[in-house]
T-cell receptor
Framework: NAGVTQTPKFRVLKTGQSMTLLCAQD?????MYWYRQDPGMGLRLIHY???????AKGEVPDGYNVSRLKKQNFLLGLESAAPSQTSVYFC????????????FGPGTRLTVL | KNEVEQSPQNLTAQEGEFITINCSYS?????LHWLQQHPGGGIVSLFM???GKKKHGRLIATINIQEKHSSLHITASHPRDSAVYIC??????????????FGKGTLLTVNP
């Protein structure tokens, strides 16, 4: 039982390059989330999904796209990376039962030069 | 103004001290969460509260719904408690219960 995993752990991009971050969970959770964490800003929601095939915008969706083709996977794409997207990205899945707990992945540190 | 405010932003304590971190919120909520993030590390959920008080080991979390306030207490603090503690809420307005709204975190440093 791996919980929530993220790939890759680190990445350096040049401005304008594209990449996809992969999040996978093995807990059969319906809800999944992508956050970014910046110094002094706290966690901010980029996009989220309430089930397979669904996605919705969070607080800071511009410059990102997501897909949830399979229940266990939630992909975050950057089509044309910008230095402002330098951040640590966290994926999470949520047990919306009585525990109502979010389980976070280990994070991806992305630097855009 | 942020919907979830934490205080203090930074806290330094000596090993063994009793620690309190506060969280105030300005919206109606269905639940409040406390999370822990060690330096360079991942984020772990500590508590989910909708009322009253919960205890896990040396950690105690309380919530006062009327005052829109929660506290996280650490008894007999230890250097391994050094981390960022994050308060988050699930708002109870329609469509918002899918998401958490986060405070900016409190950085706790416990010195030996």
């Amino acid at each position: 039982n791996a919980g929530v995993t993220q790939t890759p752990k680190f990445r350096v991009l040049k401005t304008g390059q594209s990449m996809t971050l992969l999040c996978a969970q093995d807990m059969n959770h319906e809800y999944m989330y992508w956050y970014r964490q910046d110094p002094g800003m706290g966690l901010r929601l980029i996009h989220y999904s309430v089930g397979e095939g669904t996605t919705a915008k969070g607080e800071v969706p511009d410059g990102y796209n997501v897909s949830r083709l399979k229940k266990q996977n939630f992909l975050l794409g950057l089509e044309s990376a910008a230095p402002s997207q330098t951040s640590v990205y966290f994926c999470a899945s949520r047990d919306y039962g009585t525990a109502d707990t979010q389980y976070f992945g280990p994070g991806t540190r992305l630097t855009v030069l | 103004k942020n919907e979830v405010e934490q205080s203090p932003q930074n806290l330094t304590a000596q090993e063994g001290e009793f620690i309190t971190i506060n969280c105030s919120y300005s919206v109606g909520i269905s639940a409040l969460h406390w999370l822990q993030q060690h330096p360079g590390g991942g984020i772990v959920s500590l508590f989910m509260l909708s009322s009253g008080k919960k205890k896990h080991g040396r950690l105690i979390a309380t919530i006062n719904i009327q005052e829109k306030h929660s506290s996280l207490h650490i008894t007999a603090s230890h250097p391994r408690d050094s981390a960022v503690y994050i308060c988050a809420v699930t708002k109870n307005s329609g469509g918002s219960n899918y998401k958490l709204t986060f405070g900016k975190g409190t950085l706790l440093t416990v010195n030996p």
